[in-house]
């Protein structure tokens, strides 16, 4: 075992662990995201690089043999780091940036961090309507960001400490394949380690994909990393992309008072959603002032983004510009398996660039598996966690499998869209039979005593029995229905069973107690 670690890394045993536990404030005071922009280093990044400096020499000479070796410290990876440590395997994780992955330092948690601030704003331009007396709302975007970055350097902590209780190590540096199951890592402090492990996890994650446009690149557009690190609000933000991100952060951007402009080629927003989805969340942009266009290619921009930009569009109907100040771009992500040395390792990749496995997050290498975006799956952090399940169940002599997962989400707009298992396009592309049950939100008198009656519940039955093939709810606290429908999916509960629970008033989940007193009728069309 080496017998000192960089600053960072949790240390396992008595010879390697550090003096005191890493410290949040004396590594993580900033976000790298700040000091890259202020020009400067972190200071973990100077503590590393002394650290490394002393050892150089030592590091460069062998390697270094783990039971347990995992590329990337995202939602899979760094439970399977905890879990196999805690179990007494020699474990190592190698993270080039992000403490925890993406969901805690760039992605879900900052971006639903921002949305609230925005609600809380947008409640400010609301008040009378509740009786309350306020002058106007300033959005300070300083001090929006002063909470995030709060709540970020609490959960790198709370990341820190658990990586130091379990005992795995971790390496801060990008990791690259030199042979089967051997990297080299060029750590962030400077220097290389040379690991190998017994059995390796690969969990790399995605980044945003920035389309083949032209003048893109070269306007700069933000993605989701620089636009939830902002400390001013845009004039007039145009995003690009009418899916999750676009439209979370579009809504957060003007609910803080920016002018948006939305633009999505496909047909309707959030496309993997019924037509009825879509349209509701038109509805819902457009009162809330945003500017959305619809089937409408981006073909040229000109300008800089943080400045003035000009995006140039085509559709059915000629074509048309939007002008603005920022642009955020939001068209879906790419696999971070390029230039890894996957080909030396034997890990097969797919046109998309993502890592081949199997129902098992087996590679096509011996004693290598792939879990969460990187292999695949579906692209929701809960969905990385049950990706570390099956692993792990299987490393334990289970058989678990990715098959036929119910996978439940919610997109995070105001109000929410969430959904478990299989929506009417999805039944229909899959030549499945089935009846309906809906009803609008305002029939539920939670939304009512919220002033939010906007949006509807809508469950799928199968045509032949009663068993729930899926639901999706568009509105307030629609994530709570939600959990309850699918808690009874899991359980294999009939809806005609649902019925029999008694919600509590007045929840919006008592909606569910009016939806099921209904009979599914065959759809229509
Ligand atoms: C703006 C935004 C909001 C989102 N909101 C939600 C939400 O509300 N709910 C939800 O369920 N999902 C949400 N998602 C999706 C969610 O963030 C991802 O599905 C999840 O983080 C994926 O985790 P992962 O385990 O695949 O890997 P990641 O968390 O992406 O981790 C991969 C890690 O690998 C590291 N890495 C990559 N290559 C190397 C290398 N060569 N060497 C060393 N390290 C490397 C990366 O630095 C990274 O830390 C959101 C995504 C975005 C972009
Ligand atoms: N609340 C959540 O759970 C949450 C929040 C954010 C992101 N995510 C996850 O992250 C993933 C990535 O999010 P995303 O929004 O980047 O991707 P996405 O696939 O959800 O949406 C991308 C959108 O951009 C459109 N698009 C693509 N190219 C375009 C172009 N050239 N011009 C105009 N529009 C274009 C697509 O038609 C699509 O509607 C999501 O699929 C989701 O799984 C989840």
Not at 14 to 25: E, N, Q, Y
Not at 210 to 237: I, N, Q, S
Not at 448 to 473: N, Q, Y
């Amino acid at each position: 075992m080496r017998p000192e670690t960089v600053a960072w890394a949790a240390a396992p045993s008595a010879a390697t662990r550090l003096t005191d536990p890493p410290s949040h404030d004396r590594l993580w005071a900033r976000s790298p995201v700040q000091y890259r922009r202020e020009g400067m280093l972190c200071p973990d990044i100077l503590a590393a690089r002394h650290a490394v400096t002393r050892q150089r020499s030592r590091l460069m000479s062998s390697t270094e043999n783990f039971d347990i070796l995992i590329i990337g410290s995202g939602e899979a990876g760094k439970y399977l780091a905890w879990t196999m440590a805690g179990e007494g395997r020699r474990t190592a994780v190698v993270e080039r940036e992000l403490i925890g992955g993406a969901c805690p330092n760039i992605a879900c948690l900052p971006s639903k961090n921002i949305i609230h601030s925005a609600k809380v704003r947008h409640f400010t331009t609301r008040a009378a309507e509740f009786g309350v007396d306020l002058g106007s709302a300033v959005t300070n975007m300083k001090g929006v960001q002063a909470r995030k970055r709060a709540m970020v350097d609490g959960l790198r902590q709370l990341h820190l400490d658990r990586y130091w209780a379990s005992g795995a190590e971790l390496i801060m540096g990008e990791a690259r394949f030199v042979s089967a199951r051997t990297v080299d890592v060029r750590l962030v402090g400077g220097g290389t380690r040379r690991i190998s492990g017994e059995r390796v996890f690969l969990n790399m994650g995605t980044h945003a994909r920035v389309p083949d446009v032209p003048g893109l690149v070269a306007a700069r557009p933000m993605t989701h990393v620089e636009l939830l690190d902002l400390d001013r609000l845009p004039e007039h933000l145009i995003v690009v992309g009418g899916g999750y991100v676009g439209l979370e952060l579009a809504q957060a951007m003007r609910r803080f008072g920016a002018r948006v402009t939305v633009i999505e080629h496909g047909p309707q927003l959030a496309g993997s959603e019924d037509p009825d989805v879509g349209a509701a969340i038109l509805d819902l942009f457009r009162d809330d002032g945003i500017t959305v266009q619809v089937g409408s290619d981006v073909r040229r921009v000109e300008g800089t983004s943080g400045d003035r930009v000009r995006v140039v569009t085509g559709g059915q109907d000629g074509e048309g510009t939007a002008e603005g100040t920022d642009l955020l771009v939001a068209t879906g992500r790419t696999p971070d398996t390029s230039d890894v040395g996957l080909e030396l390792a034997g890990v097969e990749l797919d046109k998309a660039g993502y890592i081949v496995v199997d129902e098992h997050l087996a590679t096509t290498a011996a004693n290598v598996w792939a879990m969460g975006e990187c292999a695949g799956s579906p692209q929701f952090t809960h969905a990385s966690f049950d990706d570390f399940q099956v692993v792990h169940d299987n490393l334990r002599g289970g058989s678990s499998t990715t098959t036929g997962r119910l996978l439940a989400y919610c997109m995070f707009t105001d109000p929410e869209l969430a959904r478990v298992g299989m929506n009417e396009s999805e039944a229909r592309r899959r030549g499945i039979r089935y009846r309906l049950l809906t009803m609008p939100m305002a029939a539920v008198l939670r939304t009512r005593t919220l002033s939010e009656p906007r949006g509807f519940m809508k469950m799928l039955v199968a045509a032949d029995s009663d068993h729930i093939l899926g639901f999706t709810v568009f509105g307030a606290e629609a994530s709570e229905p939600m959990a309850v429908v699918q808690t009874a999916m899991v359980g294999g509960l009939p809806y005609t069973e649902l019925r029999r629970a008694i919600f509590a008033h007045p929840t919006t989940s008592e909606g569910l107690t009016f939806l099921l007193r209904n009979t599914p009728t065959p759809p229509t069309g």
